[in-house]
């Protein structure tokens, strides 16, 4: 029996999911450093490339067993969406602060039940609609000027927020009957290859300088192993036995621990107006993801076709075939 087969106290995927939220934290502070160097694309490519190597080694008999032709279709699909999503947040990080982008992009929890209306014409509750407007203030906060402007790093971080809401109802859509682990190595590698075309057509090559420093090596060996693989399969394993409302909470401590490892580590000025702002935001979160059980058999299948993803972050997927959104933290598999 391998250690992930065992059981354990449920307190122990409690603290497995948290440990997880504090690794994403650190590494939007890491990675940073690591946008400085190379730009945003360019990060992007290198972290999709080495988190798809490090889960092939470690799935590659699995992937071999289950790869095949609609595997491959779902993966690149999602794949396409990822890229969008994480590309963009990238953007944003290199733009603004890490406590900022974090708080930022993590609200495309409460964009999933918009779009899902977009797509199903299924109007989301009022919760969801409370929850918006708690946010939206929450956002200003953080990110309007005294001269009521929005800086260009958060804009984009918030556009994040909204592509990252795409890709949960895209992967939603097409997930189901695929299998979840080999579906997630051909989304890394197709974001992979998505963010080196782009980076050799419109950025410089990095230097063998700029690639070969111990901080940029550690940086990106934390987020490509640490930050996707651990944090994947740590996730994965633990919600296995959390509630769906419980983990997705967990979870979202992600941006809180950004936020206080930006001000330790970052040397970010926090000031009252701004820590307000991130209350108010991950009041929001929060309340999107407590107290929502699901809408019965409907909710359950819908939950099920996603319980074996690689996750990295809270997220929203929904009912595909009930009328109110299902909250869960499934949605970005294997970041």
């Not at 192993?225 to 509630?243: D, M, R």
Request: net charge positive; proline share 4%.
């Amino acid at each position: 029996m391998s250690i992930l087969d065992k059981q354990y106290p449920t307190s122990v995927y409690r603290l497995t999911l948290a440990t997880a939220a504090a690794i994403w934290g650190l590494g939007f502070v890491i990675g940073k450093s690591a946008i400085a160097t190379v730009g945003a694309t360019w990060f992007t490519a290198i972290r999709f490339f080495g988190a798809g190597i490090v889960l092939l080694i470690i799935l590659f008999p699995h992937i071999k067993r289950n790869f095949c032709r609609k595997t491959l279709k779902a993966g690149m699909i999602i794949g396409v969406a990822t890229f969008l999503g994480f590309w963009t947040q990238f953007l944003g990080l290199g733009m603004t602060t890490p406590s900022k982008n974090a708080f930022l992009s993590a609200c495309y929890c409460l964009t999933v039940p918009f779009i899902w209306w977009v797509v199903s014409r299924r109007r989301p509750s009022a919760k969801v609609f409370i929850s918006a407007a708690i946010c939206a203030i929450g956002i200003g906060m953080v990110s309007l000027t005294d001269s009521f402007s929005i800086s260009l790093g958060d804009g984009i971080s918030i556009l994040s927020a909204f592509l990252y809401g795409a890709e949960i109802v895209i992967i939603g859509l097409v997930m189901r009957d695929n299998d979840i682990l080999t579906t997630t190595v051909v989304q890394q590698f197709t974001s992979g290859i998505l963010a080196l075309l782009l980076a050799l057509t419109t950025q410089p090559m990095p230097t063998a300088a700029q690639v070969t420093t111990p901080e940029f090596i550690g940086a990106m060996a934390y987020v490509a192993v640490l930050s996707a693989a651990f944090g994947a399969v740590a996730q994965n394993t633990a919600q296995a036995h959390v509630s769906p409302s419980e983990a997705g909470l967990l979870c979202s401590l992600e941006s809180v621990f950004c936020a206080l490892f930006s001000v330790a580590f970052f040397g970010e000025a926090l000031t009252p107006r701004m820590a307000l702002g991130f209350v108010l935001i991950f009041a929001s979160i929060a309340a999107t993801q407590l107290g929502d059980k699901g809408g019965g058999a409907a909710a359950a299948a819908a939950d099920s076709a996603l319980d074996e993803s690689v996750a990295d972050g809270p997220a929203a997927t929904t009912s595909w075939e009930s009328s109110e959104p299902v909250k869960r933290n499934r949605g970005r598999i294997a970041r």
